[in-house]
């Protein structure tokens, strides 16, 4: 089992950035490939960062890309995910997710997950 726990969120203006933290516990946090998925009301979850083990591999939703950066600290076991330029669209609950080998970086599927952190941009 890995427990996930997200801090960072908030509301911030439209321009402004934030710094999403996901603390792991349990199994070998290193072994694992982490995501960040938000949802918006009413819609769907989504993957907007994931991150390989190493940290060699990243990719990023078209929708973040060269606005988010997401990396990872394993001796601290935690992954951030840095978010800059916020737009009102990029509100939502923010996810951290995690599986040892999802078939797709973006898509999953995941295996454990955080309880989620509110980001609120204002326009």
């Known amino acids: 089992q890995v427990q996930l726990v997200e801090s960072g969120g908030g509301l911030v203006q439209a321009g402004g950035s934030l710094r999403l933290s996901c603390a792991a516990s349990g199994r070998t946090f290193s072994h694992y490939v982490v995501a960040w998925v938000r949802q918006a009301p009413g819609k769907e979850r989504d993957a907007v960062a994931t991150?390989?083990?190493?940290?060699?591999?990243?990719v990023y939703a078209d929708s973040v890309k060269g606005r988010f950066t997401i990396s990872r600290d394993n001796a601290k076991n935690t992954v951030y995910l840095q978010m800059n330029s916020l737009k009102p669209e990029d509100t939502a609950v923010y996810y951290c997710?995690?599986?040892?080998?999802?078939?797709?970086?973006?898509?999953?599927?995941?295996?454990?997950w955080g309880q989620g952190t509110q980001v609120t941009v204002s326009s």
């Open positions: 991150i390989s083990w190493s940290g060699d591999t990243v």
């Open positions: 997710a995690a599986a040892q080998s999802p078939p797709n970086l973006l898509t999953g599927p995941f295996h454990y």
